[in-house]
């Protein structure tokens, strides 16, 4: 189907706070579907009735032949897309384009592969995917990561972006990178505190936020140097403090030559795993229960789960023959 490209005067939109004008905007029309992309410009009604006489002042010209200018590359772009779509208009034309306001543009961000995976079972446990987060503020990001998380299978860590976006938008707003300072994360962590909100649970949100900036200074959408709010002399991410007890020789050994009761075979079986994590230097029972250990040469060839996602070398456990039952 064909795609329709013109320039629409909006004097039906309220008037622009700052210059109190009407705004320019990009109409397009595609399959019965009609949008508008607000510009950059806009006129008084009185001055945009004279953009039509044969002889305009400078300013008049200058907003005149940016339009022309807007309509003409867009039209191009449109030519070259086949099949056209808004999203891939939005994202390869509307986007970072000078003559077009980017504070209006919407866009649902994500990775080729987005369009293979069905987000629709998703959409009551992660209600930003129904959203269109503004170009350049941290929601736009928390969207992309969070779509990225649930296509690989990740979906207990993107519940974790959801809770965070959904705390920090609560806060103050989905607003631009730019905004979040040291000084709003600790305000949002007071904020937190007050909710009754763990030291814990603050400082998950606040990993979380900040892997989205160093995931936004990946794609360019900030400059790390200029906007980023974590480090030295920052904002420093809360932590508790983990105290880790040891257990004396002499309780470990009455454990283990205790004797279980024959009657209840899962005590035994909770023993025998316990001393298998022990002797394995500490196992994730996650990461034994799919069977991925095997016995080799008298050891346990073992790889972790944090590994086998980024591919690390096998690294064999303690030796685990010297318990038995």
Request: proline content about 6%; glycine content about 6%; charged content about 30%.
């Amino acid at each position: 189907m064909s795609v329709t490209i013109d320039i629409y005067f909006d004097t039906r939109s309220p008037r622009r706070k700052k210059t109190n004008d009407y705004p320019f905007k990009l109409k397009v029309y595609h399959a019965g579907q009609t949008r508008l992309f607000p510009t950059v410009y806009g006129l008084p009604e009185s001055e945009e009735k004279k953009l039509a006489a044969p002889r305009l002042g400078v300013e008049l010209q200058k907003i005149k032949d940016n339009l022309a200018d807007l309509r003409r590359t867009a039209e191009i772009a449109v030519g070259d897309m086949d099949p056209f779509s808004f999203d891939d208009f939005i994202q390869d034309f509307l986007r970072d384009n000078l003559h077009i306001d980017q504070t209006r543009i919407k866009i649902r961000p994500g990775k080729p592969a987005d369009e293979d995976f069905d987000f629709k079972p998703y959409h009551k446990k992660f209600p930003i995917l129904l959203e269109y987060p503004v170009i350049g503020s941290f929601g736009h990001v928390f969207l992309s990561m969070i779509r990225y998380k649930l296509i690989i299978g990740k979906v207990t860590t993107a519940l974790s972006y959801q809770q965070a976006y959904t705390s920090l938008k609560k806060f103050g707003g989905d607003v631009p990178f730019q905004k979040i300072t040291s000084k709003y994360l600790y305000k949002y962590g007071e904020w937190m505190k007050e909710l009754g909100n763990s030291k814990t649970t603050t400082g998950i949100y606040m990993r979380n936020l900040r892997s989205v900036f160093n995931e936004a200074n990946d794609l360019k959408i900030i400059k790390k140097e200029k906007c980023y709010p974590f480090g030295k002399k920052q904002y420093r991410i809360p932590g508790t403090r983990n105290i880790k007890k040891a257990y004396e020789i002499e309780e470990i050994q009455k454990v283990y030559h205790y004797a279980c009761d024959p009657q209840k075979p899962w005590l035994q079986k909770a023993k025998d795993f316990a001393f298998f994590i022990v002797f394995g230097n500490g196992l994730n029972p996650f990461g034994y229960l799919p069977a991925s250990a095997q016995k080799y040469r008298g050891r346990f060839d073992h790889l972790r789960t944090g590994q086998n996602r980024r591919n690390r070398q096998r690294r064999p456990s303690k030796d685990c023959d010297n318990y038995q039952r």
